[in-house]
């Protein structure tokens, strides 16, 4: 099957603050919307800035194909993001998207882990939104406070069961995210595991996996210029050699990752 790119204008229908630091977009996109799969992303060009040259690539949240719109969670990070969380509804932002490789397709009646920090939660956010209700998702959530853990009244609405950890201790238990993980590891097998956040996290996450056997795909993220796989700015190490975590990726098994395989 090609790969299908699309430049869209996408207006900006609605924007919600969490807090100081997320935000959410909700923007009209009629086609990426019917086109986008979950893990995939957007390059987005921030509007009216002579600061940010280069477009951003932010995971989709979720989709609405018969809505047309596509929902983008961001952190307020550097310059870039903290303009985007500024802009005003009614804006049309160009998109170029969808970008990636998806997360893999998972069976009914499958049991999945889900393990994601910070602003690695929209792609895993989105996929449990669009798993077959007869799939068991665990969702291992972790940031450095409650401010960091968004949308859990959504997750539990997707009857998806969530065990939450910050460092900080201020919701769920206190410590990294790894720590439930390993002892759900432990009592309950998944099928497949599911990794997107910071790479010191995905990497324990990684090597938990392949202690135990376990299958496990992580969303990487690595500095893009152009989101098209042209530039070869985003190049990881494979297995295969030298791959783009724009086009082979983001997602990719973590055996796969030979920095993580060999380590």
Request: charged fraction near 20%.
């Amino acid at each position: 099957m090609p790969i299908v790119r699309l430049c869209e204008d996408a207006l900006v229908l609605h924007k919600h603050h969490y807090n100081a630091q997320y935000y959410k977009l909700t923007l009209r996109a009629p086609r990426i919307a019917r086109l986008a799969r979950p893990g995939q992303f957007v390059h987005l060009r921030v509007p009216h800035s002579d600061a940010c040259f280069l477009r951003r690539p932010l995971s989709l949240a979720n989709t609405n194909p018969q809505a047309g719109t596509v929902d983008i969670i961001a952190k307020v990070l550097g310059q870039g993001t903290r303009q985007l969380a500024d802009v005003d509804t009614g804006v049309a932002l160009d998109l170029l998207g969808p970008l990636g490789k998806a997360w893999p397709v998972l069976q009914a009646g499958q049991s999945v882990a889900m393990v994601g920090g910070g602003v690695g939660f929209p792609p895993l956010f989105f996929y449990a939104q669009q798993l077959h209700p007869a799939c068991r998702v665990t969702f291992y959530y972790g940031g450095r406070s409650a401010d960091d853990i968004l949308e859990e009244a959504d997750l539990a609405r997707c009857s998806v069961r969530v065990a939450i950890a910050t460092e900080d201790g201020s919701k769920g238990v206190r410590g990294r995210v790894t720590l439930p993980f390993e002892q759900g590891l432990l009592q309950d097998r998944p099928d497949v595991v599911l990794t997107c956040g910071p790479t010191a996290m995905m990497r324990a996450v990684a090597e938990l996996c392949q202690a135990r056997q376990v299958t496990c795909y992580a969303s990487l993220e690595e500095r893009m210029g152009c989101g098209l796989g042209v530039c070869i700015g985003c190049v990881v190490r494979t297995s295969r050699g030298f791959e783009r975590v724009c086009t082979e990726g983001p997602v990719f098994n973590v055996q796969d990752v030979w920095e993580w395989a060999h380590a």
